[in-house]
């Protein structure tokens, strides 16, 4: 089983990167690649979880031993595979999965990429009780509605994705635009990472 890499990244799409180790590029799926892409010139090292099936052998990668524990967690559900899966990760970040799941917050867990009522609930099911190893943060306001309004009036995450952003050689002006385009259905408490990507999808576009 191969368990990380270690290496440049060479090549970057919306769903992966390869990473160039040594000569052999590894393709691998992560729930966001632009993570990776911010790092530049600069060695990453990617957590993997290695799927062989019949039909094909794939690597999905992530930033933390946390994202990539999770991931094995949640495909041990029925009616999570591993895109599924990546997409829950790249929705929302392994300690506030984690804290819906054990708080049994179905609302937060169905606004979740592919997640529906009756997935969220059996996501509770099982995995309630096998997440305690997981460190998250205090319970107590988490989804506060009062906290997620504020979080959006400010931008939410944008202050860190456009310095990410900023990072891989973006222009203000470029980012301004960005975000006059972004604010109008700004989510509360969007993660950094989703904000990324919807900002990378916008400056492709042109």
Known sequence: MIDFVRGLVAHMENEYIVVDVQ???????????YFFAAKG????TVYTHHSVREDAISLY??????????FRRLIDVTGIGPRVALGILAGGSPEKVVSAIQQENVTFLTKLPGIGKKTAQRMILDLKDRLDSFVTPSLGGLFDDTIAAEAELDGGGWKEAREGLQVLGYTDAELDKVWSELKEDL???EPVDALMKRALKVLYRG
């Open 23 to 33: 000569g052999v590029g590894y393709r691998v799926f992560c729930p966001n690649p």
């Open 41 to 44: 010139s600069e060695p990453v």
């Open 61 to 70: 990668g992530f930033a933390t031993r946390d994202e990539q524990r999770l």
């Open 187 to 189: 989510k509360p408490g």
